[in-house]
Structure formats: structure tokens, C-alpha cells
């Protein structure tokens, strides 16, 4: 899965979970060896808000692909911000 310039994320467990509780995630990525007692709230949350959710290799594939230059179990691509703001 490659990310595009234009697209946020937030990288982390902390962070990814703050996000999907608040609605904000549209893709939920995770690391395949990440530990299932950590990921496993992450799931949760996304399977009740109908986030599609992507696995990647390890958490060094995924810290590298989003460069952190650390392991990372989660990232979370948000979903775009529409200003509705009425003129």
C-alpha cells in the first residue's frame, strides 16, 4: 500500500486510537507481527465505525514506509477534511 503526498496520517498506537474514536480514520493500517493484545482495541474500533483495515508485513516495513525511522504497529490514514463553514 503506498501513501500519497496528499493524504494524513497519524503514526502509533496513542495516536491511531485517539483518531478512530474520534471518527477521523478512513484506513487502518497494522503491522502483521505486531502483538494481538495491543492491536486488538484498534480492531474494535474499527470494525464498529466500518474502517477498512490493511496489513502490512512487520512493524519495521511499516515505520519505514511512513518514515518514522522506528517500528510502528499502526497507522492511521485520515479521512479528508471538508471545511463546511457556511459563507
Not at 480492531?43 to 516495513?61: C, G, H, P, T, W
Amino acid at each position: 500500500m503506498k501513501n500519497t503526498a496528499a493524504e494524513k496520517q497519524v503514526v502509533g498506537l496513542k495516536e491511531s486510537k485517539r483518531a478512530l474514536l474520534k471518527g477521523q480514520v478512513k484506513r487502518l493500517i497494522i503491522a502483521e507481527d505486531a502483538q494481538d493484545h495491543v492491536i486488538e482495541p484498534l480492531l474494535q474500533i474499527a470494525r464498529q465505525n466500518s474502517v477498512e483495515v490493511f496489513y502490512v508485513d512487520s512493524m519495521k516495513a511499516l515505520g519505514k514506509q511512513y518514515g518514522i525511522g522506528l517500528k510502528a504497529a499502526a497507522v492511521a490514514i485520515l479521512k479528508d477534511v471538508v471545511d463546511e463553514t457556511p459563507l
